[in-house]
């Protein structure tokens, strides 16, 4: 046949996925399931939950407030019913299987920290290391997702922040947390924190690039800004023009610095593949126990002592294994029901082969 009346047959492509991210709103929850949706290559809806009391009181165990239930006009999860659900945060938990039942099973979900109502919550479970769940649904990894992917890393040394590539190398990317359930920041600690900073500064010729959290003490707050510009660094108090250089402070660091009161904060300073030099307030809890005995166990991280110390590592980042985990799960779904398959480009996934 000539080639000309040769017929050519383009390969049949899967379909978008439509996801929904489901919290409650907190920050931390809301960034580790958008981490997630964006390895995988989606954009999804944000949607949050609000029930009234006492059924936030209830929370995880239910009952659902009606007024939010699914399928109901204005609710947090109306139809058309979405293709994946990915959830995380104690109030966020009753939707999950409220939503199978009213979806015929169809909608896969999955949730992302213990549910405290065991792994039958969802479809697809992730918990860290510390959580004690455990099940053929659950995966378990040393760190928590999150939104610092090495694409995001690799655009910010590409594209560098210049208020960060200015000062001086070595550059020490600061992350510093507060007070929570489980930590304070006793005076005593604010002052051993800025001290060590200082003698780092001071001694190893680093400039700090300092970011604080809506938790940090405001005297340590004050103490930070008066830090960078002593010692010629950077601050970013949240309220400065210009874009939020959280990445950026990451992408550029020779070392990070950060407290121990957040898993998160933990998690993605492991990413950069820098040594992690971690100062511990006053409190603790075994998962952070845990986390920071596990990043030390891989050389990553050390005790922040005001020195800079340790060599750079292979980052860790355990996004790319949630999301790959979470997309064989939702596949096996999809077959199961006998529903097509959707795209998930971010793993390469764009076709239904």
């Excluded at 799960?329 to 398959?341: I, V």
């Amino acid at each position: 046949m000539p080639a000309s009346r040769m017929s050519h047959t383009a390969p049949e492509r899967s379909p978008p996925t439509r996801a929904v991210v489901l919290t409650d709103g907190k920050a931390g929850d809301e960034m580790q399931c958008l981490g997630v949706a964006e390895a995988l290559g989606l954009a999804p809806e944000i949607r949050r939950v609000a029930p009234r009391r006492p059924f936030a009181w209830l929370a995880p165990r239910g009952p659902l407030d009606p007024r939010e239930r699914p399928g109901r006009p204005g609710g947090p999860l109306p139809e058309p019913w979405p293709d994946l659900v990915i959830a995380s945060g104690r109030r966020a938990v009753p939707y999950l299987p409220a939503l199978k039942r009213a979806s015929n099973g169809r909608v896969f979900t999955a949730f992302l920290k213990d549910p405290r109502t065991g792994p039958k919550a969802a479809d697809f479970v992730w918990v860290a290391e510390h959580d004690r769940l455990r099940g053929e649904n659950v995966l378990v990894t040393l760190t928590a997702p999150h939104r610092v992917s090495p694409a995001r890393l690799a655009a910010a040394r590409a594209d560098p922040d210049p208020r960060l590539s200015a000062l001086p190398t070595p550059r020490v990317a600061v992350l510093a947390g507060g007070d929570s359930r489980h930590h304070r920041f006793t005076e005593g600690d604010q002052a051993r924190f800025l001290a060590d900073l200082g003698r780092l500064a001071r001694e190893d010729g680093a400039r700090p690039m300092i970011t604080a959290s809506r938790r940090t003490p405001g005297a340590l707050r004050a103490g930070l800004a008066r830090l960078a510009a002593q010692t010629g660094g950077f601050y970013w108090d949240g309220e400065s023009p210009g874009e939020n250089p959280y990445v950026a402070l990451l992408a550029l660091a020779d070392a990070v610095v950060v407290t121990a009161d957040s898993t998160n904060m933990l998690g993605e300073a492991a990413a950069a593949g820098v040594p992690v030099l971690v100062f511990s307030p006053s409190g603790g809890h075994p998962k952070f126990e845990t986390l920071v005995r596990g990043l030390e166990a891989r050389g990553i991280a050390r005790s922040f002592t005001g020195r800079l110390e340790g060599a750079r590592t292979e980052p860790l980042d355990s996004t790319p294994v949630v999301a790959a985990a979470l997309a064989r799960a939702y596949h096996a779904h999809r077959d199961a029901h006998g529903l097509p398959r959707t795209a998930l480009p971010g793993l390469g996934q764009d076709t239904g082969e």
